[in-house]
């Protein structure tokens, strides 16, 4: 077994909302950190992973401070988002996603890069990881009616992250 950490450089936190019922509005969070204690192979990681509400960031200050605001993630009150993987094999990765203070298991793909040396000697590892979840199973429910019917805000969120960690001597 081997210590791993996220490379926030090279990786991206991402997701993506339907706004309107027509278009997809992405965000990322800027600020993040994670760490995986797992062999090469990565079957039966111990991962765990955090993401800073106040540093979400969807390219609109006041869409960002909503989301901030206890409509949506309630920054003040529960600043992370945190992730405990706990297996990784087939290209699902399974684990806890806790979001306001709330729990649930999800199971995510994990599409699995490869592991290379960078110019400077470290052996770095790639992941993709791609899911769907539904904001409601975590308590965020504002929402508003559209005249046209719908809302304006999917309930499902898809998460788009790009992960590179660092084998750690």
């Known amino acids: 077994m081997a210590k791993w950490t996220i490379d926030p450089v090279h990786s991206e936190i991402g997701f993506k909302v339907k706004h309107l019922m027509i278009n ?3 965000g ?8 995986a204690d797992a062999a090469e192979d990565f079957k039966s990681p111990s991962i765990t ?3 800073e509400i106040s540093s979400i960031d969807t390219g609109n200050e006041q869409r960002d401070q909503h989301l901030k605001s206890a409509d949506f993630f309630n920054a ?3 600043p992370q988002i945190r992730f ?4 990784y094999e087939a290209g699902k990765l399974e684990g806890d996603l806790t979001i306001g203070g709330i729990t649930k298991p999800v199971k995510l793909d994990a599409e699995f890069g490869g592991i290379a040396k960078d110019p400077w000697g470290n052996t770095k590892a790639g992941f993709t990881v791609t899911g769907k979840i539904n904001r409601k199973d975590w308590g ?6 559209l005249e046209t019917g719908g809302f304006l805000v999917s309930d ?3 998460i788009n992250c790009e992960v590179q960690l660092t084998k750690q001597a």
Do not use: L, M, P, Y
Request: no cysteine; charged share 25%; proline share 0%.
């Open 140 to 145: 965020i429910n504002w929402n508003a009616a």
């Open 156 to 158: 499902d969120v898809t």
């Open 76 to 78: 003040e009150k529960n």
């Open 24 to 26: 997809n509005v992405k």
């Open 28 to 35: 990322h969070f800027k600020n993040f950190s994670g760490e």
């Open 84 to 87: 405990t993987g706990k297996k």
């Open 49 to 51: 992973f955090t993401a």
